[in-house]
């Protein structure tokens, strides 16, 4: 079993930035794939930045430049810079984690005002 701690998240002006991070912990080993996905109201949940197989990150287009995760430097974390902020990037923020099936943190709201 995976448990996954969120933090960061909030209220920011268009053009700002704010940082996600996230912890995983339980009866786990070293965790490969993780990353972020977020879902906005009334859309479905998208991916947004994740290391996929072999630590190989992905980005949404949409976030390309302006977003980057890392890992974090406690073992099994993982960070969400987000630069740049838009009024579209709007949203719930999950912490998402592969280890035998998918995890999903909580979520963490992150509001961008135009």
């Known amino acids: 079993q995976v448990q996954l701690l969120e933090s960061g998240g909030g209220l920011v002006q268009a053009g700002g930035s704010l940082r996600l991070s996230c912890a995983a912990s339980g009866s786990i080993f070293s965790i490969d794939q993780m990353g972020w996905y977020r879902q906005a109201p009334g859309k479905q949940r998208e991916l947004v930045a994740t290391?996929?197989?072999?630590?190989?990150?992905n980005y949404a287009d949409s976030v390309k430049g302006r977003f980057t995760i890392s890992r974090g430097n406690a073992q099994n974390s993982v960070n969400l810079q987000m630069n740049s902020l838009k009024p579209e990037d709007t949203a719930v923020y999950y912490c998402?984690?592969?280890?035998?099936?998918?995890?999903w943190g909580q979520g963490t709201q992150v509001t961008v005002s135009s």
């Open positions: 998402w984690v592969y280890y035998a099936r998918d995890y």
């Open positions: 290391f996929g197989i072999g630590s190989r990150r």
